[in-house]
C-alpha cells in the first residue's frame, strides 16, 4: 500500500485553507494543509505540513534531523508539489496504519476522511502529543467546510477520547460554516465525558447527536428527501 497526495494548500490563520486559486506566499518557509490517502482507493486523512528551503534552514542553524517537515529546493508552486509528492509517494506499508506512521515523523495528522456516497463521515484521530491538535482539527474542519456547498458531514467521534474543552469552539463553528453552506452536520459516538460536557453548556439543545455512524448518516438521507 502506497500514499499518495490528493491536495495541498496554503494554511492560513482563520479558516486553515487558502482558495487554490490564491498565490503561494513569497517566503522560504511555511505551513500548509494537506489531503494523504492509500493510493487507488478512496478515503484520505487531513493534517498539517510544515515546508522550508535549505536556504531557511541554514538561516535558522536547525542541526540534521532537527526540522519536522519537508525540505523543499524552491518556495514555488511547482517545486513544492514535486517534493511533497515524491516525500508522501515514498511512504509504502502493508496497511494504512503503518503508512500513516511511516509519514508521522514529517506529517501532523489531524483526521480521516471517508464518503459514504455523497455523505462524508470525518473522524477526528488520536492527537498527537508533540502538536497543538486542537490547532491542527481546527485547520482540518474549516478547510474542509470552506472546500465546497452543502456538504453533508457526519463527526465520527469514536477514536476520541480525549478532553473536549479545547475543540467546543472548533465544533460550534465548524458547524456554523456547514449549514451557513447549506450542508448539514450530525455528531456520532460521542463519548459520555462530552456528552456530559455537551449537557453542562447547553450545546445538546444546538448539534444533532446518534448513536453511531448508520443512524446519523440514515438522518442526513431522511432530510434530503
Known amino acids: 500500500m502506497r500514499a499518495e497526495l490528493r491536495f495541498i494548500r496554503p494554511r492560513t490563520p482563520d479558516s486553515g485553507a487558502e482558495p487554490p486559486d490564491r498565490p503561494i506566499p513569497p517566503p522560504d518557509s511555511g505551513d500548509f494543509l494537506l489531503g494523504v490517502g492509500p493510493a487507488g482507493e478512496d478515503g484520505m486523512d487531513l493534517g498539517r505540513v510544515s515546508l522550508a528551503t535549505p ?3 541554514d538561516r535558522w542553524r536547525c542541526p540534521p534531523g532537527g526540522f ?18 515524491e516525500h508522501i509517494s515514498a511512504a509504502v506499508g502493508e496497511t494504512w496504519p503503518e503508512v500513516v506512521g511511516l509519514l508521522r515523523p ?14 462524508l463521515i470525518v473522524t477526528p484521530l488520536d492527537p498527537d502529543p508533540t502538536s497543538d491538535f486542537a490547532h491542527l482539527l481546527r485547520d482540518a474542519l474549516y478547510g474542509l467546510a470552506a472546500s465546497g456547498a452543502g456538504l453533508d458531514v457526519v463527526l465520527n467521534l469514536s477514536e476520541f477520547d480525549r478532553s473536549m474543552s479545547a475543540l467546543l469552539g472548533i465544533f460550534i463553528n465548524f458547524r456554523k460554516r456547514i449549514l451557513q453552506a447549506s450542508g448539514d452536520l450530525r455528531l456520532c459516538h460521542v463519548p459520555a465525558a462530552f456528552l456530559a460536557t455537551f449537557r453542562q453548556t447547553g450545546l445538546d439543545a444546538h ?3 446518534d448513536p453511531d455512524e448508520a443512524t446519523a448518516i440514515q438522518r442526513i438521507r431522511e432530510r434530503a428527501r
Request: without cysteine.
Open 55 to 57: 536556504a531557511a534552514l
Open 68 to 85: 519536522r517537515g519537508v525540505t523543499v529546493p524552491a518556495f514555488e508552486p511547482e517545486a513544492i508539489a514535486e517534493a511533497l509528492r
Open 207 to 209: 448539534f444533532r447527536i
Open 106 to 119: 514529517t506529517v501532523r495528522f489531524a483526521a480521516r476522511v471517508r464518503a459514504r456516497g455523497a455523505i
